[in-house]
């Protein structure tokens, strides 16, 4: 399986709304509980307006020329993490091609990404466990380690 990777352009934006939407449906679905309210059409606009402003990062994965692997990022500061630091926002793989090593090799791409962008390390926040236990086990084997707390959130807008 050749699965070619990139940094996207918003020329992806999209492809990468198709993804993250799917992504989070399949979140609510799993967890029975509506934690978002996006859609295709205003997903790939806000993207695109994110990445064109510079506030947001993407690395899209495609098969014959077809998406089927996006990891989204944004770039911050932190001091307890030593400065320059990704935040891993969505991480999404086809349903079809996981357990295929897809995501091991995207998260490789992020990896690589990172480390040319001088950052200390990457983060992330899984999904509501223990629906998403598979979720969390993955990243683990992967070299990212739990370091605690819970995603919290409140609404602004």
């Not at 070619?4 to 993250?20: E, G, H, L, R, Y």
């Not at 899209?60 to 932190?78: D, F, K, R």
Request: charged share 20%.
């Amino acid at each position: 399986m050749d699965i070619n990777f990139k940094v996207a352009t918003t020329q992806d934006s999209v492809a990468i709304a198709k993804m993250v939407v799917q992504l989070t449906s399949e979140i609510c679905h799993k967890t029975n509980a509506k934690h978002f309210n996006i859609d295709v059409k205003s997903t790939s606009e806000r993207c695109q307006d994110l990445l064109e402003g510079g506030h947001y990062l993407a690395i899209i994965g495609t098969l014959n020329h077809q998406p089927v692997a996006v990891a989204t990022m944004t770039e911050t500061y932190a001091l307890y993490a030593g400065g320059k630091i990704g935040v891993i926002q969505e991480f999404y793989v086809s349903e079809e091609l996981r357990s295929k090593q897809v995501g091991s090799l995207l998260i490789e791409q992020i990896k690589d990404f990172g480390r040319k962008r001088e950052w200390a390390c990457i983060e992330l926040c899984t999904p509501p466990l223990p629906e998403f236990e598979r979720t969390l086990s993955f990243y683990q084997r992967n070299g990212l380690l739990p370091v605690g707390g819970r995603k919290m959130r409140q609404t602004l807008i």
